[in-house]
């Protein structure tokens, strides 16, 4: 039987070259280790994250969405007595534009009735109740009721006025409603607001302003 050498032995390094090594590497010493990451403290992750708000039914902002409503009812009380107005130009004007401004007026209450009915359904879309009673219309509404208008530059002037209103109440709504995400009303007012900026045009051509 043919003799199996042994595999010669590693040469043991010598104690020499061990030291010759350790030199080469890098010593990890105590002050290279990374730096323990400490968890943050509670409070201070309290201060920086903001309390999450209360959403209701649709998603919103529990406490924006009220605030919103409360704004639309006011918006809902100028629509219907300016609604009550523009009915009162149609049946009083007088003079040789009867017949043209009889049916404009009748085109003007009839678009304001119609937004008077999407605005009390915002308000109930976000939760609450519209008002829906004359006397609680008047309490809030900066339009206040005009009768016996019979004079076409009057009427016009008043309707003018009125839009003007409506106008500064939408824009305050729009900028609420952008702040709460809440883009259902934002995106109703943004239309009101681009076609009532139109007709605010046309009244003021027909005073000749
Ligand atoms: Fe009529």
């Given at each position: 039987m043919a003799k199996v050498s042994?595999?010669?032995?590693?040469?043991k390094p010598s104690k020499e070259s061990k030291l010759k090594k350790e030199a080469a590497a890098p010593k990890a010493t105590k002050e290279a280790k990374p730096a323990k990451v400490q968890p943050p403290v509670k409070e201070e992750k309290a201060a920086k994250e903001p309390k999450a708000p209360k959403l209701n039914h649709i998603g919103l902002d529990a406490e924006k969405t009220k605030e919103l409503a409360k704004k639309l009812n006011e918006l809902l009380a100028n629509y219907q007595v300016f609604y009550m107005n523009a009915r009162g130009y149609h049946y009083n004007i007088r003079g040789e534009k009867f017949f043209e401004l009889h049916l404009k007026f009748e085109e003007l209450y009839s678009n304001l009735i119609l937004k008077a009915d999407e605005i009390a359904e915002r308000v109930l879309t976000l939760g609450e109740t519209p008002i829906h009673a004359y006397s609680g219309y008047l309490k809030i509404s900066d339009i206040k009721e005009k009768q016996n208008v019979t004079s076409p530059k009057e009427a016009v002037s008043e309707i003018l006025n009125s839009f003007a209103t409506l106008l500064a109440r939408q824009r305050v709504l729009l900028d609420l409603s952008g702040d709460a995400n809440d883009e259902g009303t934002n995106a109703q007012m943004s239309d009101y607001i681009r076609e009532q900026e139109k007709l605010v045009w046309m009244y003021s051509a027909y005073l000749g302003k």
């Open positions: 042994k595999p010669a032995k590693e040469a």
